[in-house]
Nanobody, 112 residues
Framework: QVHLVESGGGLVQAGGSLRLSCTASGSIFSSAHMGWYRQPPGKQRELVATITSNGTTNYADSVKGRFTISRDNARSTVYLQMNSLKPADTAVYFC??????WGQGTQVSVSS
């Protein structure tokens, strides 16, 4: 059974940075396509970024140039480096494996 645990959320001022981490257990992480989604207050969950098992990345237009997704297969961890944060980035951020398994989410709040 796959278990995903996110960490690294918090409160930051606009223009600041945060790095989210998601550690997986119970699966062959190196072969998993991983992704980050977010759910802003009162809105639907939306794609932020994905990374395939061979490292190919994809980003939502709203975060291109500011966010970077990466993975460390030795640590079974996927990261989301978030720079130049905006209040519009405020959301609960979720990690997913293949869009099937999901973490519990971590809150990111950006103040203006």
């Amino acid at each position: 059974q796959v278990h995903l645990v996110e960490s690294g959320g918090g409160l930051v001022q606009a223009g600041g940075s945060l790095r989210l981490s998601c550690t997986a257990s119970g699966s062959i992480f190196s072969s998993a396509h991983m992704g980050w989604y977010r759910q802003p207050p009162g809105k639907q969950r939306e794609l932020v970024a994905t990374i395939t098992s061979n490292g190919t990345t994809n980003y939502a237009d709203s975060v291109k140039g500011r966010f970077t997704i990466s993975r460390d297969n030795a640590r079974s961890t996927v990261y989301l480096q978030m720079n130049s944060l905006k209040p519009a980035d405020t959301a609960v951020y979720f990690c997913t494996s293949f869009g099937i398994h999901w973490g519990q989410g971590t809150q990111v709040s950006v103040s203006s």
